[in-house]
C-alpha cells in the first residue's frame, strides 16, 4: 500500500486522503478504496476524532476505528491527498509515529477489535444509552464525557451494519 501512497501521479486506490463533504460539512481522513460516479469509498473515520482515536491506539485503549464509509458524489466538495507540507508531517506519518505502527497494521487489527465493541454498543443501545453515558460509565470513546451534536449509538450501529 505504501507503493501508491508514495506514487506522485493522482490519487488512486491506497492512497490517504482528507475528504471534504458538503450538506452537512464533514471532513473524513482515511486510506481511499474507489472514487466512482456514484460516490467515494474510503475506509477511515470523521477527522474530529482523530486525535482520540490516535491517542487510543497509542494507549491500548478502546475506541471505534475505521469504519467503511461511502459517500455520494454530490456531497464531496474536494478530495485531498495526505501530504506533508512545510515540514509539517501528513496524518498518516503522525499516526506512524504517535503509534508505533503502520496504517497497514491498524486497517488489520482494527477489523478484529470491531466485533467485540460492537457487542458492548448493542447493549448499551438495547438499554437506551447514549454515547454521553457510555464514555462516562465505562470510560471508552469519548473521553470528554460529551455527546458529539445528533450522535446516538444507534446511529454508529446503523452505519456499522
Given at each position: 500500500?505504501?507503493?501508491?501512497?508514495?506514487?506522485?501521479?493522482?490519487?488512486?486506490?491506497?492512497?490517504?486522503?482528507?475528504?471534504?463533504?458538503?450538506?452537512?460539512?464533514?471532513?473524513?481522513?482515511?486510506?481511499?478504496?474507489?472514487?466512482?460516479?456514484?460516490?467515494?469509498?474510503?475506509?477511515?473515520?470523521?477527522?474530529?476524532?482523530?486525535?482520540?482515536?490516535?491517542?487510543?491506539?497509542?494507549?491500548?485503549?478502546?475506541?471505534?476505528?475505521?469504519g467503511d464509509l461511502f459517500f455520494p458524489m454530490w456531497r464531496v466538495e474536494r478530495i485531498?491527498?495526505?501530504?506533508?507540507?512545510?515540514?509539517?508531517?501528513?496524518?498518516?506519518?503522525?499516526?506512524?509515529?504517535?503509534?508505533?505502527?503502520?496504517?497497514?497494521?491498524?486497517?488489520?487489527?482494527?477489523?478484529?477489535?470491531l466485533a467485540g465493541a460492537a457487542f458492548m454498543f448493542a447493549f448499551y443501545v438495547l438499554?437506551?444509552?447514549?454515547?454521553?453515558?457510555?464514555?462516562?460509565?465505562?470510560?471508552?470513546?469519548?473521553?470528554?464525557?460529551?455527546?458529539?451534536?445528533?450522535?446516538?449509538?444507534?446511529?454508529?450501529?446503523?452505519?456499522?451494519?
Open positions: 500500500m505504501n507503493e501508491t501512497r508514495d506514487a506522485g501521479s493522482g490519487i488512486g486506490r491506497g492512497a490517504t486522503v482528507v475528504i471534504v463533504l458538503h450538506s452537512p460539512r464533514e471532513k473524513c481522513w482515511g486510506v481511499l478504496d474507489e472514487i466512482s460516479q456514484a460516490g467515494v469509498f474510503l475506509r477511515g473515520l470523521d477527522l474530529n476524532a482523530f486525535d482520540d482515536w490516535v491517542s487510543a491506539v497509542a494507549h491500548g485503549e478502546p475506541f471505534i476505528g475505521f485531498s491527498r495526505d501530504e506533508a507540507a512545510g515540514g509539517v508531517p501528513s496524518l498518516y506519518e503522525q499516526v506512524e509515529r504517535r503509534t508505533g505502527r503502520t496504517i497497514d497494521e491498524l486497517l488489520q487489527t482494527d477489523s478484529s477489535k438499554r437506551g444509552r447514549n454515547l454521553t453515558g457510555l464514555s462516562a460509565q465505562r470510560g471508552l470513546p469519548l473521553r470528554t464525557g460529551r455527546k458529539p451534536k445528533g450522535l446516538t449509538l444507534r446511529k454508529i450501529i446503523v452505519l456499522q451494519a
